[in-house]
């Protein structure tokens, strides 16, 4: 069997969490996970280049096959929602830059799969991180959602490539 290491990553313009997995059949292997993290005090664009500089450096470090990104929720606050989203993007650049295939993934459908239920608490997906990846080691909600949207991919990672080469066809 072929051993895939996958990239989560979960978009914050505070603290973007990732989490590194490897995957050889339906075994989940836990490598590593954390959070990059940007500077309040500093302008916008200084922030996501903080954010991208820290991501480029993870992908380089741990050299992920794929990686997966949570979709954007819509928040109330409209201001929130568009840094989310510049966030969001460097999140997907970075993989994409490296040469990755990113697939995206909803909060619901992350928790359903990871938890069995899609409005599962935090604390119900920590939980379950930790049941399946029993050697993970995560300081962080970011980076223990991280590991959630990498063991989401595993699970549906052989969809999204049949899914693709139908389109394709």
């Known amino acids: ?15 973007m969490g990732w989490g590194m997995i490897d995957v050889e059949g339906s075994r ?8 990059v993290h940007s500077d309040a ?4 664009a200084e922030r996501l280049k903080q954010l991208h500089d820290g991501l480029t450096e993870v992908i380089q470090t ?8 949570e979709e954007t929720f819509v928040n109330t606050d409209p201001q929130a929602t568009l840094k989310l989203g510049q966030a969001r993007g460097i ?5 994409a830059l490296a040469g990755l295939e990113v697939c995206e993934y909803g909060a619901n459908k992350i928790k359903k ?6 409005h599962a608490e935090k604390a119900q997906v920590q939980m379950m991180v930790k049941m399946l ?29 049949l899914a693709k080469k139908l389109a394709q066809t």
Not at 28 to 35: H, K, P, Q, R, T
Not at 41 to 44: A, E, G, H, N, W
Not at 62 to 69: H, K, W
């Open 62 to 69: 741990y050299q992920p096959q794929e990686a997966a990104v």
């Open 113 to 118: 799969t990871v938890v069995g239920a899609g």
């Open 133 to 161: 990846l029993p050697k993970a080691n995560f300081t962080s909600a970011d980076a223990a959602d991280a590991l959630a949207i990498a063991i989401c991919h595993a699970q549906h990672r052989g969809a999204n490539t």
């Open 41 to 44: 005090k500093r302008t916008l």
């Open 1 to 15: 069997m072929t051993l895939t290491r996958i990239i989560g990553i979960d978009p914050g313009l505070r603290n």
């Open 28 to 35: 989940l292997i836990y490598v590593a996970a954390g959070s």
């Open 91 to 95: 999140a997907l650049v970075v993989p």
